[in-house]
């Protein structure tokens, strides 16, 4: 885990599918919402946390189609997804194959037109959320 900009930290963690990315993504909200941190004499303070995530490989009929920074760009635009859809969860970015060539592109110039795209599916740890759908 590194700090990766003003309040956005990077985790990478072995996995071995999103499902299992998704559950690890929200033992990590769930145990910063447990959390107390302290900030100074007798006063603590609780906090929650969003969380973003794609699996790289992204997708496994298409391994070679995306390179790790293009995963890093949809796992922040989740991220953006969860924060602007109620903060305090995790969204996940699932790819539903076959990806079209022109799919870093995508990623990179028109990020919000691939994500309404029917090449991917969102996953959600929110209960009042749908557990998976297609945006």
Request: proline fraction near 3%.
């Amino acid at each position: 885990a590194v700090r990766w900009g003003g309040e956005e930290f990077l985790m990478c963690a072995q996995v071995h599918d999103e499902q299992e990315a998704l559950h690890y993504a929200t033992r990590v909200r769930l145990a910063v919402d447990r959390a107390n941190f302290a900030i100074g004499l007798e006063q603590s303070l609780k906090i929650t946390c969003s969380i973003g995530l794609a699996c790289w490989p992204f997708s496994s009929k298409d391994a070679d189609n995306l390179e790790y920074d293009d995963i890093i760009h949809l796992a922040d635009a989740a991220l953006y997804l969860a924060k602007r859809s109620g903060r305090d969860q995790c969204i996940g970015i699932v790819a539903v194959p076959p990806l079209p060539v022109e799919c870093r592109l995508l990623i990179h110039n028109d990020v919000q037109h691939f994500l309404h795209s029917k090449f991917i599916q969102l996953i959600h740890d929110r209960a009042d959320a749908e557990t998976t759908r297609t945006i």
